[in-house]
T-cell receptor, first 113, second 113 residues
Framework: SQQGEEDPQALSIQEGENATMNCSYK?????LQWYRQNSGRGLVHLIL?????REKHSGRLRVTLDTSKKSSSLLITASRAADTASYFC?????????????FGQGTELSVKP | ETGVTQSPTHLIKTRGQQVTLRCSSQ?????VSWYQQALGQGPQFIFQ???????GRGNFPPRFSGLQFPNYSSELNVNALELDDSALYLC????????????FGEGSWLTVV
């Protein structure tokens, strides 16, 4: 079963604009990871945020985590056409055996030049 | 480039046949997980191997089985293939079995006809 839910399911923006994607989850977590997937390809790791962290930055990416609301957001600033991809959040629940990640269904981002 | 390599990249099998997919983990990683991703869905956890032992399993039937070798590479075997097994199969590796960044390979596309 999917623990995470991404919102929106699809997002279309112009190059240069910011893109914000949200993720909600159900159970307490050790950490949350964001991934990008280009069509038909593997998952590229973007950022990991641990349950005791509230915000992390990596280049044009900013991730926030609110454990009280069981939610996270991914902000991509100054988007580029190359950012077009599907974005997934994945949670490592404290109840999981073996470090299993639970994925949402993803947000499909389209950045128009 | 994640250092996780999978083979084959694409294959077509007939219903009822058996398939073996292979994965080499990133250097220094002793944990390998396998995920199934159906078209338009997020990846679903199949199982994880840690130091050659199964260390967690998702909601998949016993005809999905695996192995991890002393060099930490891994195989996913699926017997009695069904049409619904058609999916992208992703291998992921990490250091230790929980709490760390998990890196994915490019996946193996399986089509069952």
């Amino acid at each position: 079963s999917q623990q995470g839910e991404e919102d929106p399911q699809a997002l279309s923006i112009q190059e240069g604009e910011n893109a914000t994607m949200n993720c909600s989850y159900k159970t307490s977590i050790n950490n949350l990871q964001w991934y990008r997937q280009n069509s038909g390809r593997g998952l590229v790791h973007l950022i990991l945020i641990r349950s005791n962290e509230r915000e992390k930055h990596s280049g044009r990416l900013r991730v926030t985590l609110d454990t009280s609301k069981k939610s996270s957001s991914l902000l991509i600033t100054a988007s580029r056409a190359a950012d077009t991809a599907s974005y997934f959040c994945a949670t490592d629940s404290i109840y999981n055996q073996g470090g299993k990640l639970i994925f949402g269904q993803g947000t499909e981002l389209s950045v128009k030049p | 480039e994640t250092g996780v390599t999978q083979s084959p990249t694409h294959l077509i099998k007939t219903r009822g046949q058996q398939v073996t997919l292979r994965c080499s983990s990133q250097s220094g990683h002793n944990t390998v997980s396998w995920y199934q991703q159906a078209l338009g869905q997020g990846p679903q956890f199949i199982f994880q191997y840690y130091r050659e032992e199964e260390n967690g399993r998702g909601n998949f039937p016993p005809r999905f089985s695996g192995l991890q070798f002393p060099n930490y590479s891994s195989e996913l075997n699926v017997n009695a293939l069904e049409l619904d097994d058609s999916a992208l199969y992703l291998c992921a590796s990490s250091q230790e079995n929980s709490g760390n960044t998990i890196y994915f390979g490019e996946g193996s596309w399986l089509t069952v006809v």
